[in-house]
């Protein structure tokens, strides 16, 4: 039977839900997007910035033919201001359309907190292709930016411009870098990479005002313990943060999380007055779904999640029974020559949960000693009753795939003894002989056992 | 209490045992070794041959003054000619020395099959320090080397001397490389990689005889199809796989195995008429252990196999109550700018073992698509009742990460659902969206469900 689907956003989980559909079912597909572009690579943008990737129709993934192609009915640059939750139907600037099926795939707004000066010409923020494309044409190799924020874009973006030569200063009002990802310790690793890439970072410091008539010309940062100082700058990129957006589902009587995220089922179904809605589906950085060690309520900003969550919503549409489990959301954020990862929680995640850890560290390389090449490679995991909940590795190379490695061991329900029977392969031009992992498993099993 | 304990082998097992033993006991420590080197890198040897590593000092990962100093009464250069079982003393060249533990690990030596001409001056095998640096006095840039056997030795040797321009035949009895390994379709991959290196690859093929007058001039090839062909050449070096050193074992009484290993318990303990000693270890390449998936008698030739076992024998003569469980032996070999990487049992074992496999495959890329650099990915992934039972993986990058997940994968028991659920990290200069591993699980799940 031909059914209706809409689906309000044009990212990833939209257009994979649409494409899903279209190669699946007979459905018709309606997507509205507010952006000017789809299936771009957001997270590219730095690395354009940055020189190493040529230009932004590089980060587009899909010619919009494609789409089109295959017959969904994509309106770009189109507002939906409304959702009628009893009459199935969503009203747009373009009209209204009836669904059968509706999918909010709306994704996320950068969260601005207020500053004075704010308003100045000269201040961004990153989060569309065409935020970078503005961005790219304000800055030049002689640009001053303060980035406020050091999350995963704030610290990226920093190092991605100070590769290519540019002035940076990163504020963070907390303590450290990467706070939610990362430990303090682990983090420093990345700030220290920072500093000698050129970058001033600023923790445990704020943003007071953003000065100049009518473009920025300084900011003006106030440390914790420190007086304020001014920094002279002709940009001002503010990534302190994302927020769902979410308010037309909130409108329309949709269940909001205290994440800000569309409360999902393991469906991925929204709710109202305590129902689920069995043809109501919510998916990507507006969905509230649950994170896998706590249990939480937890907002996926991967394009890895969204990509899987569109997998499930694409489904259960078409008929079947998908499920999307809880989420470990593993990242990797890249600075110059060095990557950052983490999977599960962080101590200080931990801590607030009331779960007590006890954590294994190790430091190596990422090849044999005496091979050229290879990094500093060091490594975190953190063990709740002797149970893998969460890992962080920094070094040049190798990161990412040990964080996935770490994500199948919390998933699995990996022991510290488990770490320490897994057997990792071995060459010389690749890594060292027992990787450093294993050694971060013994040094946390000696402090279980209370040798350490 | 101190105790004499005596180590035949001055290998990663011996001097790994010794030191343990060292640090963690007052027992008194002697070891045997016929090789003139302690504790270098076997692993290295291919890579000083290639240049990329300056010279073979640098394989040294430990100076012989480092054992000396920790009072480990060191014999290099000294054969030992018996084991008295029955009076627990071993009688060496040097004199008979008595114990109250024995640690066999005398490791392997090069197999070499009887070939006419392999007497003459120039033909090698590859197995100790020595053997690298006798064939690096003899050989130069316009050296012609046939390499015989195309197993993990062999593969890395000719793609180092390919890279260093010397002109290098490989020369295979069976239809594929790395047959013990890899299974035909990946191992194609590797080949072609080794050719575009500019290595006459032959498989399917014996060497019929080496020819010369007293060094070498020529091989004789005859390939299963096709007459006989002959190489020029200077230098043969063989490479048909390596035995376990176990007759000194067999002579005091020990049980030697299928595999030519010593047979080992779990404690890594060698038995004698039918029960098991427990003073007597073995451990290494001349060691039979079993198999992970299969169960079998297994030799690990793994320089991290050797690590884990003398850390079991160490801790088990230190009165502790160690396990060595059942291997997997992740294992990589580096061509070039290639890795390949396998674990658990390929195709070809499955079937000598009667187990129904279903495979899944994936070819992606190590970062995203429009990311610079990167590599081609090849994945394939062996199943057994929906269980990970195999691995292999091919790649310029990111290979030993990703074996080492899926070692782990297999031994905590992944089933193809637990792949799917596996979340991966995604950054554009690090990986794809989704890591061409999830594809190759989907790949096999369609196969399961008949759907491919």
């Known amino acids: 039977m031909t059914e209706n689907v809409v689906i309000l956003g044009a990212g990833a989980v939209g257009m994979t839900v649409a494409t899903y559909l279209k190669r699946h079912t007979g459905h018709r597909v309606t997507v509205f997007s507010s952006d000017t572009h789809t299936a771009y690579s957001q997270c590219g943008i730095p690395f354009v910035l940055e020189g190493v990737i040529h230009d932004f129709p590089d980060l587009i993934v899909r010619p919009l033919d494609t789409f089109l192609d295959m017959g969904i009915d994509l309106h770009l640059e189109t507002t939906v201001n409304h959702i009628d939750a009893t009459g199935q139907k969503v009203i747009s600037d373009e009209g209204i359309f009836e669904y059968d099926h509706l999918v909010i ?31 790219n044409c304000y800055i030049n190799d002689g640009s001053r930016v303060v980035i406020i924020g050091a999350g995963g874009i704030g610290t990226e973006l920093a190092g991605s411009l100070a590769v290519r030569g540019i002035a940076v200063t990163l504020v963070e009002a907390l303590p450290q870098a990467l ?5 303090p310790d682990m983090a420093l690793l990345v700030q220290q990479h920072l500093t000698l890439l050129g970058v001033q970072v600023v923790t445990g410091a704020h943003v007071d005002s953003i000065n100049g008539k009518r473009h920025v010309r300084s900011v003006s940062v106030q440390g914790d313990t420190v007086p304020t100082g001014t920094v002279l700058s002709d940009i001002v990129i503010v990534a302190t943060g994302l927020r769902a957006l979410s308010g037309i589902a909130r409108d329309a009587g949709y269940k909001i999380g205290a994440t800000g995220g569309i409360v999902t089922d393991e469906h991925l179904r929204v709710s109202a007055d305590g129902e689920i809605l069995d043809n109501v589906y919510a998916g990507g950085e507006c969905a509230e779904v649950k994170e896998f060690v706590t249990g939480s309520p937890f907002i996926s900003r991967l394009g890895s999640a969204a990509r899987r969550m569109a997998l499930v919503i694409g489904e259960n549409i078409a008929g079947q029974d998908a499920v999307y489990p809880p989420t470990l959301s593993p990242n990797v954020v890249v600075v110059g020559e060095m990557t950052a990862g983490s999977v599960g929680i962080t101590s200080h995640t931990a801590a607030l949960n009331d779960i007590s850890v006890v954590c294994g560290i190790s430091e190596g390389r990422t090849r044999a000693g005496y091979y050229p090449g290879g990094s500093q490679l060091n490594v975190k995991l953190i063990f709740s009753n002797r149970r893998l909940v969460g890992a962080q590795v920094v070094a040049g190379e190798g990161v990412k795939e ?20 897994w057997e990792t392969a071995y060459a010389p031009p690749v890594s060292m002989i027992i990787d450093p992992v294993t050694f971060a498993a013994d040094d946390a099993k000696m402090k279980m056992e209370g040798l350490a």
Chains 1, 2 share one sequence.
């Open 105 to 135: 795939a709306t994704g996320s707004v950068p969260f601005i907190p207020t500053i004075k000066g704010g308003e100045l010409d000269g201040v961004f923020t990153l989060h569309t292709l065409s935020d970078g494309m503005k961005i």
């Open 179 to 183: 706070p939610l990802t990362m430990d």
């Open 402 to 421: 040990r964080i996935d490695a770490l994500s199948l061991a919390i998933r699995m329900g990996a022991t510290v003894d488990d770490l320490l029977e």
